[in-house]
C-alpha cells in the first residue's frame, strides 16, 4: 500500500553530523559531465560520499557492491525505473533526489511503500521555462518573426503603419492555464508589464488568483477573451487534448497558443487544421508525438515557432538544478526535512 499521506515522505531520519552518504548517480550516459559543471562536482563530492565519475542507467548491469552500499540516489534524465525488483538490491536506499523536473519516469509505487523519500529540482526548472514563455509572450504581442520576414523580404526601409497596424503590447490579455510552479513563475515574471491576466486553474480560487495577479476564469472564457494562452497546466488523463477542436476555434482570430508543457494537452491534428489556414498563431517547445513527422506543416508555416525543447534548462542551466539537488544532499546528511520533497498524493496531480 502506499504510505498515507503525513507520513515522513519529505524528510528524512537524523543522522550523524559530518555524515556523508553514500550516493549513487543514476542518469543517462554522459549527461553528468554537463550536470555537474561549473564546480557543482567539487560541491557533491564535499557533501557526499560519491564517485562523479560513475553513473548507472540501467540498475541490472550496476556493480551490485555500489547498489547495496547506497543511501542517496542522485537522478537526473534517464535515470533508470525504481522497481520493486530495483529497490531490493539496494536495501540501504533513503532518499531519491532528482536534479531535474518530474520524477515521474522513475519514481514507482514501490518508492512511496518503502517509506523513500524524493526530491525534485523542478524548481529550478521552472525559472527558465518561465522565462521562455515571458519571451514568447512579449515577442507574439510584437509579432517579431513576422516583422522579421517582412524585413528579410524587402530588405529596404519597412513602412511601420500599413504593415504593423493592430501589433503591441500594450493592455493584451494573457490568459495562464495552470497554477504549477511554471504557471505561477509566469504570473510574477508578467506582473510589471501592462497586461491583463486571466487564469484558469480548477484548484485555485478567485482570492487566491487575484493575489496572484491574474483574474480566475473558466476555460472556455479565457480562451475566447485573450490574446495570447500559455499552457502550464500538467499531463494529466483528465488533461488530454484539453485544447481539442471545439476549444481551438473558440481563439479570437489573431491569437497566439504557446505550449511549453506537455504535447498531448493539444490536440496536434486540430491545432494543426487552425494554424494551416493562418487564422491563429502559435510556439510549440512540445508536441505530440514530441518529434513531429518531417511532413507537418508545422515546420514551416510562417505563423508558427516550432523549437526541440528548449525552453526547459539548457546548458549552463543544468548545472543550477545540479545546486538546488546538492542542497539537498546536503540537508539530508545534517538530519534535516528535505526542502523540496515530493509527496505521493502531490505527484498524482503535477507533471
Keep these: 500500500m502506499p504510505v498515507p499521506e503525513g507520513t515522513a515522505l519529505n524528510s528524512t531520519p537524523p543522522t550523524p553530523s559530518g ?131 517582412v524585413y528579410q523580404e524587402a530588405r529596404d526601409e519597412v513602412p511601420l503603419l500599413p504593415y504593423f497596424a493592430g501589433y503591441g503590447n500594450h493592455r493584451r490579455t494573457v490568459g495562464i492555464v495552470g497554477a504549477s510552479r511554471i504557471g505561477r513563475r509566469v504570473l510574477g515574471l508578467l506582473r510589471p508589464f501592462d497586461f491583463e491576466v486571466l487564469l484558469h486553474d480548477p484548484y485555485v480560487e478567485a482570492a487566491e488568483a487575484e493575489e496572484l495577479g491574474a483574474e480566475a476564469v473558466d476555460l472556455d472564457e479565457l480562451v475566447r477573451r485573450s490574446h495570447v494562452v500559455s499552457i502550464h497546466a500538467p499531463q494529466l488523463p483528465e488533461t488530454r487534448h484539453m485544447f481539442d477542436a471545439r476549444r481551438l476555434a473558440l481563439l479570437r482570430d489573431g491569437a497566439t497558443l504557446v505550449n511549453t508543457a506537455r504535447g498531448s494537452l493539444v490536440d496536434t491534428e486540430a491545432l494543426t487544421e487552425e494554424l494551416v489556414t493562418g487564422r491563429i498563431h502559435a510556439v510549440l517547445d512540445v508536441t505530440e508525438p514530441d518529434v513531429l513527422p518531417a511532413g507537418s506543416p508545422l515546420y514551416t508555416l510562417p505563423n508558427v515557432l516550432l523549437t526541440p525543447h528548449i525552453a526547459g534548462s539548457l546548458g549552463n542551466e543544468l548545472v543550477r538544478m545540479a545546486h538546488w539537488a546538492t542542497d539537498e544532499v546536503e540537508r539530508y546528511a545534517k538530519g534535516l526535512p528535505l526542502a523540496h520533497g515530493v509527496s505521493h498524493d502531490e505527484l498524482a496531480r503535477s507533471a
Aim: aromatic share 6%; net charge negative.
Design 19 to 149: 555524515h556523508r552518504p553514500r550516493t549513487l548517480l543514476a542518469m543517462e550516459a554522459h549527461v553528468h559531465t554537463q550536470l555537474l559543471a561549473e564546480g557543482a562536482f567539487d560541491r557533491l563530492e564535499r557533501v557526499a560520499a560519491v564517485d562523479t565519475g560513475r553513473f548507472v542507467s540501467d540498475f541490472a548491469d550496476a556493480d551490485p557492491i555500489a547498489l547495496a552500499e547506497t543511501e542517496v540516489l542522485f537522478t537526473h534524465w534517464g535515470a533508470p525505473l525504481l522497481t520493486a525488483d530495483a529497490l531490493s538490491t539496494m536495501p540501504r536506499l533513503r532518499a531519491v533526489i532528482h536534479a531535474a523536473g518530474s520524477v515521474k519516469h522513475h519514481v514507482t509505487e514501490a518508492v512511496w511503500e518503502r517509506g523513500i523519500a524524493v526530491s525534485t529540482a523542478a524548481g529550478a526548472n521552472a525559472l527558465p521555462v518561465a522565462e521562455f514563455t515571458l519571451a514568447a509572450i512579449l515577442f507574439t504581442g510584437k509579432r517579431v518573426l513576422d516583422s522579421a520576414r
